[in-house]
């Protein structure tokens, strides 16, 4: 039994695709490579479009208030879909243990 399981993980281990070396480096720094690109533009973009003395969050949503107003929607909006999508899966569970019961 032990041979069996030893001759198989062998075989799978042989048998199993390996990805291909096509000279890009391990995907795990690519990422982070292109993670930290893109972060560095949205906060330069971010202090570029935000002014340096705005540091308290009242402050700046009293001197931004349709940046404030914008992100307070957004958050609404993902709120209300999360909101729908839990109650059509609630339903969806209720209508299939009726299902069931029948």
């Known amino acids: 039994m032990i041979f069996r399981a030893i001759f198989w993980i062998g075989l799978v281990a042989v048998m ?18 292109a993670d930290g690109a893109v972060t560095s533009e949205v906060a330069s973009w971010a202090q570029s479009k935000i002014s340096p003395t705005l540091k308290d969050p009242q402050a700046l949503c009293h001197y931004n208030a349709e940046a404030c107003n914008a992100g307070a929607t957004f958050m609404d909006g993902v709120r209300e879909s999360a909101i729908r999508s839990l109650a059509s899966v609630k339903a969806d569970i209720h209508a299939s243990r009726q299902a069931q019961d029948r």
Do not use: K, T
């Open 16 to 33: 199993m695709p390996h990805e291909p070396d096509l000279g890009f480096g391990r995907p795990d720094s690519i990422a982070s490579a």
